[in-house]
């Protein structure tokens, strides 16, 4: 059994535990859970960070005999990250609903929990049926948490979240079981190394049909335009927690499989299919903002922003260059900080005030000091502000498409233009001017609880912002020899495979 089996597993046995513990102390039990599973998964980043290009922390076990489902799993540094990302949100999560949630709490912090180890199974799973199992797990907790939880109209926003992923996951699921069928297993490493050896030969339709379904599966998880409709209503129906986590590790699920996947599996057709994701992304990153600007509910504004800046993420990973894909990476780990904690204080303001129109706010910052700086860094950091993490993914992803084509980058940039506009208008209305009766009697500022939760992700934005070396060397390796398999000949792919495995890392 390795760390990562630990980190994995651990998220199972605290949903276990929480159900089974008794209800006055499931807020204390979901925080020392979480906060502990945080702290093992630190013990991750050596190992990997050492030694870029490979998988660290295998297990490869035999799970089912007839079909042969293994158990694969394993780490690199494209999802050592957002494995870290996860463990990290979910005690904020677990921190923000503490005063929120207080109807059938054990179970709230019981399906937060469970939603931590399907996403993490999801980030570090090898086997592409063992990958599409913790892709189904991570929608039920959310399902639930918006369906329950949620708001007036949290029925129906929960079914349209769920339709639309599952309407995706059946087409992921065909072309992995044809996978299968031509190649004799489910093992994403066996596969891989098949296609690359020429002992598989795909023909070029079944390559684009397999293609096109596991890219509509992880477009519609990103969401990239114009299958982002389910995004909005998911993000204002869902309680605080769910917004949090929705919007900065479940998105990823989209963008990490097109990296993952698509690219290295199928890298012909992804070139040709190219200049169409592109044109979708820039169109995303277009439309997210405009539709931001007039948005008058507080977390519609954010989710359209998601809807705009995922957009950079695509166009960084469809750009097959070193920089874009770097930034696309990065700007993934940039964007679950950064609108998280947008998320995060757009709920602290809802919990005085009960409401999420902007209208219903105005001079906040005379009651509320603190929080208006945090709020102001996280605007600045959401906007790409030199200095904080946002900076970093835009310009590589931009430099990246420009590299490729630079119309792309000019385009993608006025993105850049419009979430300035958005987000210092939205700042603007909610903090400036006059503060109302209801406002100066209602919003109060940050207590010790909301500061333990803002405090690390503002600290975040000013290290990643500063020293992105502490991130980027694991992901440029790896990111560096997808694009070798994607950009190069057989013969280049051959003398350094996409996948290798580090066994003996414990």
Aim: hydrophobic share 55%; proline share 4%.
């Amino acid at each position: 059994m390795t760390l990562l089996d630990a980190v994995l597993f651990l998220p199972l046995l605290g949903f276990i535990a929480l159900l089974i513990a008794p209800a006055s102390v499931s807020r204390m039990a979901a925080l020392a859970i979480s906060l502990g599973i945080f702290v093992v998964s630190l013990g991750l980043i050596g190992t990997v960070t050492d030694a870029p290009g490979v998988y660290s922390f295998v297990s490869n076990s035999q799970w089912i005999d007839v079909p042969s489902i293994k158990y694969h799993v394993g780490l690199d540094g494209l999802s050592l990250w957002l494995v870290i990302l996860t463990t990290l949100l979910t005690p904020i999560a677990v921190l923000v609903s503490w005063k929120y949630i207080d109807q059938r709490v054990k179970l709230f912090y019981a399906f937060l929990i469970l939603l931590e180890f399907g996403v993490i199974g999801v980030f570090v799973s090898l086997d592409l049926f063992l990958f599409y199992v913790f892709w189904e797990v991570s929608l039920v907790p959310m399902y639930f948490l918006i369906g329950i939880w949620g708001h007036e109209r949290r029925i129906y926003a929960a079914v349209k979240f769920f339709l639309y992923t599952m309407a995706g996951s059946v087409l992921m699921l065909a072309a992995i079981i044809y996978l299968y069928s031509q190649t004799g297993t489910f093992d994403y490493v066996a596969i891989l190394q098949k296609l690359t050896t020429g002992q598989v030969a795909l023909t070029a339709q079944a390559q684009m049909l397999l293609f096109l379904a596991f890219f509509l599966s992880f477009a519609i998880k990103v969401p990239l335009f114009p299958l982002h409709t389910w995004l909005p209503d998911a993000h204002v129906e869902a309680p605080t927690a769910g917004s949090i986590m929705l919007a900065s590790v479940m998105l990823k699920m989209g963008t990490y499989g097109l990296v993952r996947f698509c690219l290295p599996l199928f890298p012909e057709t992804a070139h040709k299919a190219a200049p169409c994701v592109v044109a979708l992304a820039v169109i995303g990153i277009v439309y997210g903002a405009l539709v931001a600007l007039v948005q008058p509910n507080m977390k519609k504004l954010v989710a359209y922003s998601s809807v705009s800046h995922l957009g950079f993420v695509v166009l960084g990973i469809f750009s097959f260059t070193q920089q874009g894909l770097d930034g696309a990476v990065y700007q993934m780990l940039n964007h679950g900080v950064s609108t998280g904690a947008l998320f995060m204080l757009v709920g602290y303001l809802y919990e005085r005030q009960h409401s999420l129109e902007i209208s219903a706010y105005g001079g906040v910052a005379t009651p509320a000091p603190n929080l208006a700086v945090v709020f102001l860094i996280t605007t600045l950091a959401s906007i790409g502000l030199p200095v904080l993490n946002g900076f970093v993914g835009e310009y590589l992803v931009l430099q990246g498409a420009s590299q490729a084509n630079f119309t792309w980058a000019v385009f993608a940039a006025l993105g850049v233009i419009l979430s300035a506009c958005y987000m210092l208008w939205l700042y603007q209305r909610t903090f400036y001017g006059r503060a109302s009766h209801s406002v100066s009697h209602h919003i109060t500022d940050l207590n010790s609880r909301e500061w333990a939760a803002a405090l690390p992700l503002v600290l975040l934005m000013f290290w990643m912002g500063i020293y992105s070396q502490s991130f980027m060397p694991a992901i440029s390796t790896q990111n560096a020899l997808i694009l070798q398999r994607v950009n190069g000949s057989a013969a280049a792919a051959l003398q350094a495979p996409v996948v290798k495995e580090v066994a003996n890392a414990r």
